[in-house]
Protein backbone atom coordinates (compact mmCIF):
# COMPACT_ATOMS: atom_id res chain seq x y z
CA UNK A 1 0.00 0.00 0.00
CA UNK A 2 1.07 3.55 -0.88
CA UNK A 3 2.70 5.26 1.71
CA UNK A 4 -0.48 7.24 2.24
CA UNK A 5 0.49 10.37 5.30
CA UNK A 6 3.79 10.56 3.39
CA UNK A 7 1.72 11.65 0.18
CA UNK A 8 -0.58 14.05 1.84
CA UNK A 9 1.71 15.65 3.81
CA UNK A 10 3.98 16.06 0.64
CA UNK A 11 1.31 17.80 -0.61
CA UNK A 12 0.99 15.33 -3.84
CA UNK A 13 -2.61 15.52 -5.65
CA UNK A 14 -4.25 12.47 -4.81
CA UNK A 15 -8.18 12.06 -5.80
CA UNK A 16 -10.30 9.91 -3.75
CA UNK A 17 -14.59 9.88 -2.87
CA UNK A 18 -16.74 9.28 0.12
CA UNK A 19 -18.13 5.75 0.51
CA UNK A 20 -21.81 6.22 1.21
CA UNK A 21 -22.90 2.49 0.18
CA UNK A 22 -22.34 0.20 3.36
CA UNK A 23 -21.25 -2.87 1.27
CA UNK A 24 -18.10 -4.40 0.10
CA UNK A 25 -18.94 -5.25 -3.41
CA UNK A 26 -19.64 -1.14 -3.55
CA UNK A 27 -16.01 -0.52 -2.17
CA UNK A 28 -13.91 -3.05 -4.22
CA UNK A 29 -15.79 -1.58 -7.29
CA UNK A 30 -14.36 1.96 -6.44
CA UNK A 31 -11.18 0.65 -5.37
CA UNK A 32 -10.43 -0.43 -8.24
CA UNK A 33 -11.51 2.64 -10.04
CA UNK A 34 -7.83 3.68 -9.38
CA UNK A 35 -8.81 6.39 -6.73
CA UNK A 36 -5.95 7.16 -4.44
CA UNK A 37 -8.00 6.78 -1.50
CA UNK A 38 -11.23 5.80 -0.08
CA UNK A 39 -13.30 7.91 3.00
CA UNK A 40 -15.96 5.64 4.24
CA UNK A 41 -18.66 8.88 5.44
CA UNK A 42 -19.96 7.21 8.86
CA UNK A 43 -21.34 10.88 9.22
CA UNK A 44 -23.91 11.21 7.12
CA UNK A 45 -24.38 7.16 5.49
CA UNK A 46 -26.18 4.80 6.87
CA UNK A 47 -23.15 2.77 7.59
CA UNK A 48 -22.78 0.93 11.05
CA UNK A 49 -20.09 0.49 13.32
CA UNK A 50 -19.57 -3.31 12.77
CA UNK A 51 -19.47 -2.83 9.22
CA UNK A 52 -16.90 -0.46 8.53
CA UNK A 53 -13.97 -3.18 9.48
CA UNK A 54 -15.31 -5.06 6.63
CA UNK A 55 -15.27 -2.38 4.32
CA UNK A 56 -11.88 -1.18 5.27
CA UNK A 57 -10.79 -4.99 4.59
CA UNK A 58 -12.44 -4.75 1.32
CA UNK A 59 -10.40 -1.49 0.25
CA UNK A 60 -7.11 -3.90 1.63
CA UNK A 61 -7.91 -6.03 -0.95
CA UNK A 62 -7.07 -3.64 -3.73
CA UNK A 63 -4.07 -2.33 -1.68
CA UNK A 64 -5.89 1.12 -1.31
CA UNK A 65 -6.14 3.58 2.11
CA UNK A 66 -9.15 3.35 3.94
CA UNK A 67 -9.86 6.67 6.09
CA UNK A 68 -13.45 7.63 7.90
CA UNK A 69 -15.34 10.25 8.50
CA UNK A 70 -16.29 9.90 12.03
CA UNK A 71 -19.65 11.51 13.07
CA UNK A 72 -18.14 13.54 15.56
CA UNK A 73 -15.42 14.00 18.28
CA UNK A 74 -15.54 11.51 20.39
CA UNK A 75 -12.49 9.85 21.07
CA UNK A 76 -13.84 6.19 21.05
CA UNK A 77 -15.41 6.64 17.65
CA UNK A 78 -11.90 7.74 16.76
CA UNK A 79 -10.23 4.58 18.53
CA UNK A 80 -12.91 2.23 16.95
CA UNK A 81 -12.06 3.17 13.03
CA UNK A 82 -8.71 3.15 13.82
CA UNK A 83 -8.35 -0.11 15.83
CA UNK A 84 -9.97 -1.49 12.78
CA UNK A 85 -7.46 -0.86 10.45
CA UNK A 86 -8.11 2.60 9.06
CA UNK A 87 -5.66 4.76 7.59
CA UNK A 88 -6.77 7.21 8.91
CA UNK A 89 -9.91 9.94 10.33
CA UNK A 90 -11.45 13.14 8.66
CA UNK A 91 -12.96 14.42 11.95
CA UNK A 92 -16.03 16.87 11.12
CA UNK A 93 -17.11 20.58 12.53
CA UNK A 94 -13.75 21.59 13.87
CA UNK A 95 -14.00 25.10 14.88
CA UNK A 96 -11.47 25.76 17.56
CA UNK A 97 -7.80 25.32 18.40
CA UNK A 98 -9.18 23.21 21.53
CA UNK A 99 -11.17 20.90 19.95
CA UNK A 100 -8.53 20.37 17.38
CA UNK A 101 -6.11 19.45 20.08
CA UNK A 102 -8.51 17.47 21.72
CA UNK A 103 -8.92 15.40 18.27
CA UNK A 104 -5.14 14.90 18.21
CA UNK A 105 -5.23 13.33 21.81
CA UNK A 106 -7.78 10.84 20.39
CA UNK A 107 -5.85 10.05 17.20
CA UNK A 108 -2.33 9.26 18.78
CA UNK A 109 -0.15 7.45 20.84
CA UNK A 110 1.78 8.88 24.12
CA UNK A 111 3.83 10.67 24.20
CA UNK A 112 1.71 13.18 21.47
CA UNK A 113 -1.74 12.30 22.30
CA UNK A 114 -3.83 9.61 24.65
CA UNK A 115 -5.16 6.58 22.90
CA UNK A 116 -5.66 3.53 24.23
CA UNK A 117 -4.04 0.51 23.42
CA UNK A 118 -6.51 -2.53 21.96
CA UNK A 119 -5.82 -5.40 20.26
CA UNK A 120 -7.96 -4.94 17.42
CA UNK A 121 -7.69 -5.57 13.39
CA UNK A 122 -4.85 -2.77 13.11
CA UNK A 123 -2.77 -4.81 15.60
CA UNK A 124 -3.48 -8.40 14.07
CA UNK A 125 -6.22 -9.05 16.79
CA UNK A 126 -3.04 -8.54 19.70
CA UNK A 127 -0.64 -10.68 17.99
CA UNK A 128 1.21 -7.45 16.79
CA UNK A 129 0.47 -4.41 18.97
CA UNK A 130 4.36 -3.81 19.31
CA UNK A 131 4.69 -3.26 15.13
CA UNK A 132 1.57 -1.25 15.37
CA UNK A 133 2.71 1.10 18.76
CA UNK A 134 6.00 1.96 16.50
CA UNK A 135 4.62 3.09 12.93
CA UNK A 136 0.63 4.30 14.34
CA UNK A 137 1.95 8.01 15.02
CA UNK A 138 4.29 8.23 11.73
CA UNK A 139 1.68 6.52 9.14
CA UNK A 140 -1.99 8.02 10.03
CA UNK A 141 -3.56 10.40 8.69
CA UNK A 142 -5.25 13.42 10.57
CA UNK A 143 -8.12 15.25 8.93
CA UNK A 144 -9.92 18.01 10.18
CA UNK A 145 -12.82 19.46 8.97
CA UNK A 146 -13.52 22.93 9.00
CA UNK A 147 -16.60 23.78 7.74
CA UNK A 148 -18.20 26.56 10.26
CA UNK A 149 -17.83 30.66 10.47
CA UNK A 150 -16.65 29.93 13.45
CA UNK A 151 -13.69 27.87 12.22
CA UNK A 152 -13.25 29.99 9.38
CA UNK A 153 -12.23 32.50 12.13
CA UNK A 154 -10.29 30.87 13.95
CA UNK A 155 -8.07 29.01 10.97
CA UNK A 156 -5.21 30.08 12.07
CA UNK A 157 -5.21 28.74 15.60
CA UNK A 158 -6.14 25.32 14.57
CA UNK A 159 -3.83 24.94 11.79
CA UNK A 160 -1.11 25.62 14.19
CA UNK A 161 -2.07 22.76 16.40
CA UNK A 162 0.45 20.28 16.32
CA UNK A 163 -0.71 16.96 15.23
CA UNK A 164 -2.62 17.57 12.86
CA UNK A 165 -1.96 16.75 9.08
CA UNK A 166 -4.76 18.33 6.95
CA UNK A 167 -7.42 20.85 6.91
CA UNK A 168 -9.81 19.92 4.70
CA UNK A 169 -12.98 22.23 3.52
CA UNK A 170 -16.77 21.55 4.08
CA UNK A 171 -17.96 24.02 1.16
CA UNK A 172 -21.37 22.72 1.73
CA UNK A 173 -22.22 23.83 5.38
CA UNK A 174 -19.58 26.62 5.04
CA UNK A 175 -21.44 27.61 2.82
CA UNK A 176 -24.81 27.75 4.79
CA UNK A 177 -22.44 28.87 8.03
CA UNK A 178 -21.20 31.78 6.33
CA UNK A 179 -24.50 32.81 4.83
CA UNK A 180 -22.52 32.51 0.96
CA UNK A 181 -25.48 29.90 -0.53
CA UNK A 182 -26.18 29.79 -4.20
CA UNK A 183 -24.87 31.01 -7.20
CA UNK A 184 -25.25 34.62 -5.30
CA UNK A 185 -22.58 33.61 -2.44
CA UNK A 186 -19.96 32.06 -4.82
CA UNK A 187 -17.49 34.70 -4.42
CA UNK A 188 -18.26 34.74 -0.49
CA UNK A 189 -17.20 31.34 -0.37
CA UNK A 190 -14.47 31.53 -2.89
CA UNK A 191 -13.06 33.90 -0.15
CA UNK A 192 -13.72 32.01 2.49
CA UNK A 193 -11.95 29.19 0.84
CA UNK A 194 -8.77 30.61 -0.01
CA UNK A 195 -8.43 32.41 3.38
CA UNK A 196 -8.55 28.54 4.78
CA UNK A 197 -6.40 27.38 2.09
CA UNK A 198 -3.71 30.16 2.95
CA UNK A 199 -3.72 29.91 6.41
CA UNK A 200 -3.40 25.93 6.63
CA UNK A 201 -0.47 26.12 4.19
CA UNK A 202 1.52 29.15 5.88
CA UNK A 203 0.96 26.65 8.84
CA UNK A 204 2.59 24.13 6.82
CA UNK A 205 -0.45 21.89 6.99
CA UNK A 206 -1.96 19.80 3.60
CA UNK A 207 -5.16 21.35 2.20
CA UNK A 208 -7.67 19.34 1.14
CA UNK A 209 -11.63 19.82 0.20
CA UNK A 210 -15.05 18.53 -1.61
CA UNK A 211 -15.59 18.91 -4.72
CA UNK A 212 -18.79 17.52 -6.08
CA UNK A 213 -17.52 17.25 -9.83
CA UNK A 214 -14.06 17.23 -11.37
CA UNK A 215 -14.89 20.80 -13.11
CA UNK A 216 -13.17 23.08 -10.77
CA UNK A 217 -9.99 20.59 -9.46
CA UNK A 218 -7.65 22.42 -11.46
CA UNK A 219 -8.39 25.85 -10.04
CA UNK A 220 -8.34 24.81 -6.94
CA UNK A 221 -5.07 22.80 -7.15
CA UNK A 222 -3.54 25.83 -8.63
CA UNK A 223 -4.82 27.49 -5.30
CA UNK A 224 -2.71 25.49 -3.31
CA UNK A 225 -5.04 22.42 -2.72
CA UNK A 226 -3.90 19.12 -3.11
CA UNK A 227 -6.19 16.45 -1.24
CA UNK A 228 -9.49 16.08 -2.92
CA UNK A 229 -12.80 14.19 -2.13
CA UNK A 230 -15.04 14.08 -5.42
CA UNK A 231 -18.53 13.55 -5.00
CA UNK A 232 -19.11 9.59 -3.55
CA UNK A 233 -20.31 6.13 -4.53
CA UNK A 234 -23.67 6.94 -4.68
CA UNK A 235 -23.31 10.41 -6.90
CA UNK A 236 -21.30 8.53 -9.02
CA UNK A 237 -23.71 5.89 -9.32
CA UNK A 238 -26.49 8.11 -10.22
CA UNK A 239 -24.73 10.29 -12.38
CA UNK A 240 -23.62 6.98 -14.43
CA UNK A 241 -26.99 5.78 -14.49
CA UNK A 242 -29.11 8.53 -15.77
CA UNK A 243 -26.26 9.20 -18.05
CA UNK A 244 -26.56 5.99 -19.56
CA UNK A 245 -30.40 6.20 -19.83
CA UNK A 246 -30.38 9.47 -21.47
CA UNK A 247 -28.11 8.53 -24.24
CA UNK A 248 -30.16 5.51 -24.96
CA UNK A 249 -33.38 7.01 -25.39
CA UNK A 250 -31.59 9.45 -27.26
CA UNK A 251 -30.28 6.87 -29.80
CA UNK A 252 -33.30 5.23 -29.89
CA UNK A 253 -35.01 8.54 -32.00
CA UNK A 254 -38.23 7.73 -30.27
CA UNK A 255 -38.19 8.00 -26.89
CA UNK A 256 -38.78 10.85 -24.94
CA UNK A 257 -35.74 12.36 -22.91
CA UNK A 258 -37.15 13.82 -19.56
CA UNK A 259 -34.69 16.75 -18.82
CA UNK A 260 -34.38 17.08 -15.01
Known amino acids: MSDFRGNCIEHRLLIGTFAAIPHPVAIEVTA????????IDWEHSQISRERIEDLIRAADIHRVPAMVRV???AAEDIAAVL???????????????????AVVKA????????????????????YRIPDYLAKAN???????????????ANIAEIAAVAGVDLIFIGPGDLSV????????????????????????????????????SPDDVAAWSEAGI??????SDTM???????????????SSGSLEVKEK
Open 32 to 39: ASGVDFLC
Open 71 to 73: PGH
Open 83 to 101: DAGAAGVLVPRVSTAEQAR
Open 107 to 126: MRYPPLGARGVGPGRAAAYG
Open 138 to 152: AELVLAIQVETAEGL
Open 177 to 212: SIDAMGPTGKDKLDAAIRTITKAALTAGRTVGIFRP
Open 226 to 231: SFFILA
Open 236 to 250: FLGAGMAAGVIDAKK
